[in-house]
């Protein structure tokens, strides 16, 4: 049966077979439809654009899922990776920005940060990754940022000094319990299966006019001192520094260095460990061959003396210079 398709179906058709994207083919093949007959002869032919629209926006859906979960995907970088986790309007973009070199956007007003923010914060010769996720809320089961809390080394919890930082602290534990993320206030043994226990420290940001033996009476009871905490002044600069010796200590790592026998120390690029790594340790982070056939070791730094001879399970001290004699 004839189809008695018009010129102008055909110039439609023309435009859905140069379209580049699928929301230009989607367009295109919508107004083919709309400007087919509708009669028997056009029924086969309307049924295959159907489908056709059908298969492109399973696609375009899925591509939109795929680009979403990459927003908030964000790979470790650095030598360690620390979240930054608190509600609207805390400081946590401004923090991010006088930690690292991004540019987050910053206003005054809830919910600027969208989607994950990334920084790299220069600490003596190694990089911290400092990553600012949205703020906390009634929206926040909805998005895929629990994967980040659980896989971060350590969270920073920021809080606002000059409100009710104990309250706040409260709704932020049991927003991470809902995606079965804890703080050093549950112990170990209460973790539910499934659950990680996370290293945490909080920032009391916006202090200037706090009353700060208050605040210390308040986060000790607020903490049971099982949380470190830390007030900083974002506005007037003040706490930074300090801020960032913390973070270093929070991360759990040391920075060890080595030497070959006979030459100067490499003390440009550091073996990041975890705190408590032996020498064995190091000896594996470098090459499964120094380990398995390691004779003995000298350190410089911790040890007695330069140069010590030390056994195999020797822990290592931040700042360490070590060398290995296979």
């Known amino acids: ?17 140069e379209a580049k994207t699928i929301p ?27 489908r056709k629209i059908s298969q492109l926006k399973l696609q375009q859906e899925s591509t939109r899922k795929t680009r979403h979960a990459s927003v908030f995907s964000v790979e ?41 923010t990334i920084g790299m914060m220069p600490y003596l010769d190694i990089q911290i990754q400092i990553v600012d996720l949205p703020p906390l809320g009634d929206d926040i ?43 050093p206030l549950v112990r170990e043994e209460d973790v539910p299966v499934g659950g990680v226990r996370k290293k945490m420290m909080v920032v009391l940001n916006k202090c200037e006019n706090a009353d700060s033996a208050k605040l210390k009476t308040d986060m000790e009871e607020a903490t049971g001192g099982l949380i470190d905490y830390i007030p900083v002044s974002l506005k007037e600069k003040k706490g930074l520094e300090d801020l ?34 032996t020498v064995m340790d190091l000896a594996r982070d470098i090459h ?11 350190v410089w730094g911790s040890a007695r003396f330069d140069g010590q001879s030390v056994q195999r399970d020797y822990v290592l001290q931040d700042g360490d210079i070590v060398e290995l004699h296979i």
């Open 1 to 17: 049966m004839p189809t008695n398709l018009p010129p102008n179906y055909f110039a439609a058709e023309r435009v859905y077979k």
């Open 244 to 277: 960032k010796n913390r973070i270093f200590e929070l991360a759990g790592i040391i920075r060890v260095y080595t030497k070959v026998p006979h030459q100067k120390a490499d003390l440009d690029e550091p073996y990041v460990l975890p705190r408590g790594s």
């Open 76 to 116: 470790k970088q650095g030598a360690a990776q620390v979240i930054l986790v608190g509600m609207p309007n805390t400081g946590k973009s401004t923090l991010l920005s006088k930690l690292t070199n991004a540019t987050p956007e910053i206003a005054n007003y809830p919910y600027t940060t969208s989607v994950p």
């Open 24 to 50: 230009e083919k989607i367009a295109s093949l919508e107004e083919m439809l709309a400007i087919m007959p509708h009669h028997k002869g056009t029924d086969k032919l309307r049924a295959g654009l159907n």
């Open 288 to 298: 499964r061959d120094f380990a398995e056939n390691l004779k003995f070791t000298r």
């Open 141 to 183: 089961r909805k998005l895929p940022f629990y994967n980040l809390l659980r896989n971060a080394d350590a969270h920073l919890v920021v809080l606002d000094g000059s409100g009710d930082p104990e309250l706040e602290l409260k709704l932020i534990m049991e927003e991470l319990a809902e995606g079965r993320v804890f703080s």
